[in-house]
């Protein structure tokens, strides 16, 4: 069994579920798509990303807005690092505010990781993603500065990068964090910020696979 298979199994007929970003996540909404097709799953999605959306579009899984949808079942997505205690670094696929958002609408949020991204604290990697308007970005730069980041804004092809909600993403070099909620909170009370890419106390289920084929190794709640 995969960790796709096993989310799948987490999926209820008729229910509405947010669709997450990302590799694994992809890999679930395409999987998702075989079961609509095939007639053996009916459900409608949220998703967290324009490229998401276009896959699911593409896969023939149903779509509607989040006003459309209300609370959502479940949100199946993925993540950059996991911690012990099932807290998340997302967003180095850039969709990090929608899929806080998505989550938050959902009564049970499931994410699925490969082995490599389980950290034995948040920061491990080194980087988190923090989106801002694009107003208050030397502020925020300078602000980020001062709390010991090294904000560095994302750019591709040469350009700034705007998210989908037309904002710039920075990324900050970050060390471990001792008490990731207080940092969260002081990045939040810059004024420009919109949001970080922590996500704490969010996810009720990790399901952990291999690096190649997404094979199911763990599975943490």
Known sequence: MTIVDRALELVTD????????????QAFVRALGERVRGGTLR???VPTSEDTAALARQVGVPLVTLEEAGELAVTIDGADEVDPELNLIKGYGRALVREKIVAASSRQLVILVGEEKLVPRLGSR????VEVVPFGLPLCE???????????PYRRDGKLFVSDNGNYIIDCEIALTAAPSQFEQEIIAIPGVVDTGLFLDMADVV??????????TDERR
Do not use: Y
């Not at 300078?142 to 560095?152: A, D, E, T, W, Y």
């Not at 399901?207 to 199911?216: A, H, P, Y």
């Open 207 to 216: 399901l952990v696979g291999d690096s190649t084929d997404f094979r199911l």
């Open 142 to 152: 300078r602000r980020l500065r001062q709390l010991g980041c090294n904000p560095v």
């Open 14 to 25: 008729g229910a509405t579920i947010g669709l997450g970003s990302g590799r694994a996540a």
């Open 126 to 129: 080194g980087k988190l993603p």
């Open 43 to 45: 459900v409608r999605g």
